[in-house]
């Protein structure tokens, strides 16, 4: 795992062996006109249809960067007193595990190399924190994100890279 230092600071706080269950989420591969594979998960943030089938190369990276993506939040939360540290810690361990789960999910295709990515908006006074967890293959060495820590630290935000089949 590659993380910024935000991320480091909460994962600190996280027990990997009291990760929170997660209902998984199925990982599916589809093709593209010339036989391409590209992965997604759920319905693909509403992607899926006859665009797909069109693009091809670095470009299936990024539409799998826009339509596998997961929101955990807890904006069901009415109380007034809300305890934002603890909906911090609870929607990265909940986005941890996802990513743990993908990962197995995505080592079935083992020549196959795929980024997940766990990143946190902390909210503010009127939005309450999320996580959000992504993943993509990675086609001729692009990453929509450069894993190098200098790049991370770079991310006002804490976030984390699950590098899967490297």
Same mark, same amino acid.
């Given at each position: 795992?590659?993380?910024?230092?935000?991320?480091?600071?909460?994962?600190?706080?996280?027990?990997?062996?009291?990760?929170?269950? $997660?209902?998984?989420?199925?990982?599916? @591969?589809?093709?593209?006109?010339? %036989?391409?594979?590209? &992965? %997604?998960? #759920?319905?693909? /943030? %509403?992607?899926? %249809?006859?665009?797909?089938?069109?693009?091809?190369?670095?470009?299936?990276?990024?539409? @799998?960067?826009?339509?596998?993506?997961?929101?955990?939040?807890? &904006?069901?939360?009415?109380?007034?007193?809300?305890?934002?540290?603890?909906?911090?810690?609870?929607?990265? #361990? @909940?986005?941890?595990?996802?990513?743990?789960? &993908?990962?197995?999910?995505?080592?079935?295709?083992?020549?196959?190399?795929?980024?997940? $990515?766990?990143?946190?908006?902390?909210?503010?006074?009127?939005?309450?924190?999320?996580?959000?967890?992504?993943?993509?293959? $990675?086609?001729?060495?692009?990453? /929509?994100?450069?894993?190098?820590?200098?790049?991370?630290?770079?991310?006002?935000?804490?976030?984390?890279?699950?590098?899967?089949?490297?």
């Amino acid at each position: 795992m590659e993380f910024n230092s935000k991320m480091e600071a909460l994962l600190k706080q996280i027990s990997l062996n009291k990760l929170p269950s $997660v209902e998984s989420a199925p990982i599916w @591969e589809k093709k593209n006109y010339i %036989g391409e594979s590209f &992965w %997604g998960v #759920s319905d693909f /943030c %509403g992607l899926l %249809g006859s665009k797909p089938s069109s693009i091809q190369g670095r470009n299936l990276t990024d539409l @799998e960067w826009d339509g596998n993506e997961i929101v955990i939040n807890r &904006w069901e939360l009415k109380d007034d007193i809300i305890d934002t540290t603890q909906i911090i810690i609870d929607v990265v #361990s @909940e986005g941890l595990a996802l990513v743990l789960d &993908w990962k197995l999910q995505l080592n079935e295709y083992a020549d196959i190399d795929f980024d997940i $990515v766990l990143s946190l908006d902390e909210g503010d006074e009127d939005i309450l924190p999320s996580a959000t967890v992504r993943f993509y293959a $990675v086609r001729d060495s692009y990453h /929509c994100i450069s894993t190098e820590f200098k790049s991370l630290e770079s991310f006002s935000q804490p976030v984390l890279i699950e590098k899967v089949n490297y």
